[in-house]
C-alpha cells in the first residue's frame, strides 16, 4: 500500500502561484509514475500532468502548458507542481496519484493505483 498526502492548496487571486506537494508513504520501494488531477464543481475530473518515476518524461493538460511544472524527488518520496500564472478556471480540487508502472504516466484515472484526498485550489478574479 502507498499512501499520499497533498498540501499547498489555497486562495489566489488571478496571476498568482502555489505548488502543491504530494508526500507519499509506506510502499514506496517500487517505481511509480505519479500524476496530478482535478475536479471542478459540475465538472469530470481531469487528467493535469503526470510525470514518470525517474522524472526523464512530463506530460501536460494543453491548457496547463506553459504555466504548470511537476517534477519529483525520489529521495523525499514527494511529487509537485508548481503553479503559476493561475487563472479562475484552475479552481478545483487537485488529487495526486500514483500509477505502479515503470512506463510513462497515463492520462486517465483509471490507470492509477493510488490516491491522496486532495487539497482545494481556489483563484480568484
Known amino acids: 500500500q502507498v499512501q499520499l498526502v497533498e498540501s499547498g492548496g489555497g486562495l489566489v487571486q488571478a496571476g498568482g502561484s502555489l505548488r502543491l506537494s504530494c508526500a507519499a508513504s509506506g510502499r514506496t520501494g517500487s517505481s511509480y509514475a505519479m500524476g496530478w488531477f482535478r475536479r471542478a464543481p459540475g465538472k469530470e475530473r481531469e487528467f493535469v500532468a503526470g510525470i514518470n518515476w525517474t522524472g526523464g518524461n512530463t506530460y501536460y493538460l494543453d491548457s496547463v502548458k506553459g504555466r504548470f511544472t511537476i517534477s519529483r524527488d525520489n529521495f523525499k518520496n514527494t511529487v509537485y507542481l508548481q503553479m503559476n500564472s493561475l487563472k479562475p478556471e484552475d479552481t478545483a480540487v487537485y488529487s495526486c496519484?500514483?500509477?505502479?508502472?515503470?512506463?510513462?504516466?497515463?492520462?486517465?484515472?483509471?490507470?492509477?493505483?493510488?490516491w491522496g484526498q486532495g487539497t482545494q485550489v481556489t483563484v480568484s478574479s
Open positions: 496519484a500514483a500509477e505502479r508502472t515503470t512506463r510513462d504516466p497515463g492520462n486517465v484515472a483509471a490507470s492509477y493505483d493510488y
